[in-house]
């Protein structure tokens, strides 16, 4: 099994900036994507970004990107907007042993508030 967990979210002021962070670990024999999605209350899952593999995307305010040799996903926030409040979701597309499947896991999510 392949576990991720987020770290980074918390309160902050509308202007201000954020960086998330999702580890993953466990049985892990080759993860594909990585990804963020977030789900604001009352609406649906939506995804934010994804990398395929090492390096970077910009993607406007947001920038994902990935250490591989780390397993880890990184989501920078510039310019925070109240409407950026959601649970942060950290996703990826993995196999667990040379021979399994890949199957898709995601974190339990983090919380991000955008609020003066």
């Known amino acids: 099994q392949v576990q991720l967990v987020e770290s980074g979210g918390g309160l902050v002021q509308p202007g201000g900036s954020l960086r998330l962070s999702c580890a993953a670990s466990g049985s892990i024999f080759s993860i594909n994507a990585m990804g963020w999605y977030r789900q604001a209350p009352g609406k649906e899952r939506e995804l934010v970004a994804a990398?395929?593999s090492g390096g970077r995307t910009e993607k406007g305010r947001f920038t994902i990107s990935r250490d591989s040799a780390k397993d880890t996903v990184y989501l920078q926030i510039n310019s925070l907007e109240p409407e950026d409040t959601a649970v942060y979701y950290c996703?990826?597309?993995?196999?667990?042993?040379?021979?399994?499947?890949?199957?898709?896991?995601w974190g339990r999510g983090t919380q991000v508030t955008v609020s003066s």
């Open positions: 990398v395929p």
């Open positions: 996703n990826a597309r993995a196999r667990a042993t040379r021979a399994g499947i890949e199957l898709e896991y």
